[in-house]
């Protein structure tokens, strides 16, 4: 086959919502009363203006057959790229042909997938399979996917929502097929060894690999790096150091002592393995930066070095995970929510960059106290939850579908919706009462309904402020923030438990009352950490990106005008 030249890629327009650079968070715009109302899941059409781009490098054939990439879908020998876009959908960028295409797993919307993990061809046709997995915790292998997506779902497991990482490496017994790593939130990573029974259990019993392995916010899979036909590993530590496991062959052992070779790898959100890039036999490395630009790390020897990066494109912000990613980002809302002073709700979405888009009218008139939730079913996306005369309704099935999911609200005072509490997979929503105590609503995963609730504890009423969306401590599991009257703010981790939910409070630092509104709007960076948002007397919003320790350094300011609002969520 003839070399494959570099050429410029770019997502389909289905990928981003936009209005043009630098107008994306100036003050509110004027309010229309006549905008449509619609959900907040309903995102407004696309622009063509910020279609990213992606050149990979050029490609020889001199070692083509050396390396068999995991992610080969239009059965060329070459890596493709699979991403979920803005909307939730699913595109692949194919080394065959340019541009972005649909690409379609059948039965569910790729909004009810957490991750896509390409393992390569397990079945012998000559395409490449895939895993599939749910927030609900199922794993399905899918065999004979083409460029389009589809294939056959062959086999399905359960309880996989135990890990806050899946990814598969590459082969790493040395049978010619893709083995899996999990890694649990308190760090213990497993190897489930591929079988070749794809049917019936295409990977046997776990083994354990070791303990310790939290210090990493991202393992890459990066397939055969040093040419030995044993897959190898990379984990970045959340400062920034990236370190190298080359792989071993054995199910027991899999890897040697990690060596360091790379540091300041913070800048980036995602990072994966790309197989082979540039047809020298080795696994190589695609890193997107915060604002979305993308670069390649070609490797370089058997120590897991790698070359100086070299540009590869920019604006991939629009995809918001990378297939192969291995569960980035952890899902939990990622939408603001403001209701102003004339009863009008706005919803603002993320730009995955730190930036936010222009506001969109959700109501003119909104009645009651409206929240947003984490998923409470398995499309992941952000539910838009309402509290009026004493009864919890759901606004995200459509505009002329709201659904009545709970009676009795009228005794509290606070709601929200930070995720998985339980440990399940589903999301599910706290409350306070009038004297100070915590509960516990644990989501029945249609957002339809709520099991009954598990008293959390008293006390509650010293915060004047309790907010949460997703995981701000990097283990995969939702926490809580909580403000007290002296402006100390407090981290409560959560533990997946239903009936202990959180861990004692750490203080995160004081000052914190220095903002008339503090918001969870979720993950606006696309590394996986939720973010918090606040609004100072002045109006000014600022953000303040999650370190991955459960602290907040430096803010940056967004935008001002924001103290049109009554309520921020």
């Known amino acids: ?28 715009a004027s309010a229309d009363d ?39 879908f239009d059965a060329d020998g070459y890596f493709d790229l699979v991403l979920r876009t803005f909307e939730g959908g699913l ?36 395409f490449s399979d895939l895993l599939t997995l749910s927030p609900y915790g199922s794993l399905t292998f899918r065999s004979g996917v083409s460029g389009a997506g589809t294939g056959n779902a062959e086999w399905t497991g359960k309880g996989w929502q135990i890990y806050n990482k899946v990814l598969s490496p590459g082969d790493l017994t040395g049978d010619g097929r893709s083995d899996l790593l999990a890694r649990t939130p308190e760090g213990e990573l497993y190897l489930y060894p591929a079988t070749g029974d794809t049917s019936t259990a295409p990977f046997g019993a776990r083994v354990l690999v070791g303990k310790g392995w939290g210090t990493y916010d991202q393992l890459i899979g990066a ?35 990690r060596a360091r070779v790379g540091h300041g790898w913070h800048i980036y959100n995602q990072v994966i393995g790309a197989d082979d890039l540039d047809g ?12 979305g630009d993308v670069f390649v790390y070609s490797s370089t020897g058997d120590g897991g070095e790698l070359a100086v990066r070299v540009a590869a494109g920019s604006r991939l912000n629009t995809a918001t995970l990378l297939a192969g990613a291995g569960g980035v980002p952890a899902y939990g809302r990622s939408d603001l929510l403001g209701l102003d002073t004339h009863g009008r709700l706005w919803a603002y979405w993320p730009s995955n960059n730190g930036q936010l888009n222009q506001r969109a009218a959700i109501s003119s008139a909104w009645k009651g106290k409206p929240f947003l939730a984490s998923s409470l079913n398995e499309n992941t996306l952000v539910d838009l939850m309402n509290v009026s005369g004493g009864e919890l309704r759901n606004h995200s099935f459509g505009p002329d579908d709201v659904r009545r999911v709970s009676s009795g609200w009228g005794g509290y005072n606070l709601s929200l919706g930070p995720g998985d509490l339980t440990g399940d997979g589903k999301g599910d929503l706290l409350t306070r009462d009038a004297g100070g105590t915590l509960y516990l609503h644990p989501g029945n995963g249609t957002g339809t309904g709520l099991a009954a609730r598990i008293r959390v504890g008293g006390g509650w009423n010293a915060y004047n402020v309790i907010i949460g969306a997703g995981d701000f401590t990097g283990d995969g599991r939702a926490d809580v923030l909580a403000r007290d009257s002296a402006g100390v703010l407090k981290l409560y981790r959560g533990t997946g438990d239903a009936y ?6 750490t203080p995160v630092g004081g000052g914190w009352n220095t903002y008339t509104k503090l918001a969870a709007p979720g993950d606006l960076t696309g590394d996986g950490k939720a973010d918090l948002v606040g609004v100072d007397r002045n109006g000014s919003l600022y953000l303040y990106i999650s370190n991955g320790w459960g602290q907040f350094p430096r803010p940056v300011r967004l935008g001002g005008g924001w103290n049109t609002y009554s309520v921020l969520n």
Request: some cysteine; aromatic content about 6%; overall charge neutral.
């Open 500 to 505: 202990r939910p959180f861990l004692s409070p």
């Open 34 to 72: 006549t905008a449509p109302r619609h959900t907040v899941t309903e995102r407004p059409a696309a622009s063509a203006d910020l279609q990213p781009s992606l050149n990979l490098p050029q490609h020889t054939d001199r070692l083509r057959s050396a390396l068999k990439p995991r992610a080969d």
């Open 91 to 126: 595109g692949i960028m194919p080394s065959s042909a340019e541009g972005v295409y649909d690409f379609e797993i059948p039965g569910k919307d790729a909004h009810a997938h957490k991750d896509i993990i390409p393992v390569g061809d397990q079945t012998g046709d000559g």
């Open 1 to 28: 086959m003839p070399a494959r030249s570099t050429r410029a890629r770019r997502l389909a327009a289905c990928t981003a919502l936009v209005l043009s650079a630098g107008m994306l968070l100036a003050a509110p």
């Open 223 to 257: 397939n055969d790096v040093t040419g030995d036909g044993i897959a190898d590993l990379y984990g970045r530590t959340v400062s920034g150091d990236l370190y190298f496991y080359a792989g071993t062959g054995s199910a027991r052992t899999p890897f040697t002592d």
């Open 280 to 291: 020298d036999g080795r696994g190589d490395l695609i890193a997107r930066a915060v604002n």
